[in-house]
């Protein structure tokens, strides 16, 4: 377990952040202990769920190139065929991963292949399972296509919390299982859209984790 880049310049400016509440709630340790116990608790608790936003497991993804695994870990909260308007623009089935703040933000590729489409959309911040924040939210969009030909769409959608989506996926770039597609803060979810007809494994409810959880076969 490891720290992710994204997180370095927030770390360190909540650590700055915390030294400096220190020195007045310091002075407080001598007359009112209980009130300097519960302003220190309140202030490590905050820097702990920091520091656990950006921690970055090491999983490694052994699957076979026919499975394709969840991009990020979260609760799955649809599962539906749907047209999918910016791309394919036909019926695909989307499946749509829930990221709370207390999941792990980094985003993985779900295939072996290549990448054929890559767009940043600027937008509103609904809040992440409102039905049009797939549409209207601040969102990436990057296609995949997989040794076997066959796509496969993933769209990081920032939350009401989340401000700042982070790809590094290139048009024309050859991926692997476990590189990393990316990083959503503070709160969101990404959507998947596969063809119909799409094997997929997930269903309502389940808790995926990141380059792990197997969710589709083609």
């Not at 207390?102 to 509103?124: D, I």
Request: glycine share 6%.
């Amino acid at each position: 377990m490891t720290l992710h880049k994204e997180g370095y310049k927030i770390i360190a400016g909540t650590l700055i952040a915390a030294a400096l509440l220190m020195i007045p709630i310091s002075s407080l340790y001598e007359n009112h202990r209980w009130l300097f116990a519960l302003l220190l608790l309140t202030i490590l608790v905050l820097v702990y769920l920091v520091l656990q936003f950006f921690r970055l497991p090491n999983r490694t993804n052994r699957s076979a190139l026919s499975e394709l695994v969840a991009p990020c870990d979260g609760k799955v909260v649809v599962i539906e065929e749907v047209e999918e308007p910016e791309y394919f623009k036909d019926k695909r089935i989307q499946v749509s991963i829930f990221m709370s703040p207390l999941n792990v933000h980094c985003n993985w590729v779900p295939c072996a292949g290549k990448v054929n489409y890559v767009k940043y959309h600027r937008g509103l911040y609904l809040v992440a399972w409102h039905p049009k924040s797939s549409t209207e939210n601040e969102r990436s969009t990057i296609v995949f296509e997989g040794e076997n030909g066959k796509e496969v769409l993933v769209r990081q959608v920032a939350g009401a919390v989340a401000r700042r989506i982070v790809y590094y996926m290139k048009k024309g770039m050859p991926v692997k299982k476990n590189d990393e597609l990316g990083f959503i803060k503070f709160g969101s979810r990404v959507d998947l859209y596969f063809p119909v007809g799409t094997d997929i494994s997930a269903k309502i409810g389940d808790i995926t984790k990141g380059n792990e959880t197997i969710i589709a076969r083609w």
